[in-house]
């Protein structure tokens, strides 16, 4: 039998975390060891930069500097922010990767795939008016085949690139 790789050493356990400003954890998460800077931030995240950092690094309810291990989210798993951010879907290595739902307190909300915090992958993003963006993400960029339509119910099929429209078809829904 080959020896167990690294990754399959780490115990996975189930919980809920409630941190010293109020957000709140809940799901599956590894436990590894503590890291080396504990203060850098994930760069790219679709959630404050303090919410991230906290996922990335999180210690709840422990002193930081000690040899306790740090408690990851990796599995299925919801985070609420104290700002009122919710994300519920699937976690690898604290970073929101998998499909999941993030939901922003503005009424905005993406539903699809994520790849290390980025939007990534197929999914929808709604705005609260109506308006929505369904199709290819890359990078939390509209990238590739989609479709909007805007409040008015119009309608546009095309192709975008970095978060803006390069050829489209509009169409008046009725």
């Given at each position: 039998m080959a020896p167990k790789k690294k990754e399959e050493e780490r115990e996975s356990c189930?919980?809920?975390?409630?941190?010293?400003?109020?957000?709140v954890y809940e799901g599956h998460f590894i436990k590894?060891?503590?890291p080396a800077d504990p203060t850098q931030p994930v760069s790219g995240s679709r959630l404050s930069s303090t919410a991230?950092?906290?996922?990335?690094?999180?210690?709840?309810?422990l002193e930081r500097g000690t040899s306790t291990p740090t408690v990851i989210p990796h599995g299925v798993g919801v985070f609420r922010d104290c700002s009122g951010a919710i994300y519920d879907?699937?976690?690898l290595d604290g970073k929101m990767c998998g499909?999941?739902?993030?939901t922003f307190p503005s009424g905005c909300n993406y539903k699809g795939d994520f790849l290390v915090n980025y939007y990534h992958?197929?999914?929808?993003?709604?705005w609260p008016d109506g308006s929505y963006y369904k199709g290819e993400w890359k990078h939390s960029m509209m990238n590739g085949n989609g479709i909007y339509m805007d409040v008015s119910g119009?309608?546009?099929?095309?192709?975008?690139?970095?978060?803006?429209?390069?050829?489209a078809v509009a169409e008046q829904v009725f």
């Open positions: 189930m919980g809920v975390f409630t941190f010293h400003d109020g957000s590894k060891d503590p991230a950092a906290k996922l990335n690094t999180s210690t709840p309810n879907g699937q976690w499909t999941g739902t993030l992958g197929v999914g929808k993003y709604a119009k309608c546009w099929h095309g192709t975008f690139i970095d978060g803006g429209c390069t050829s």
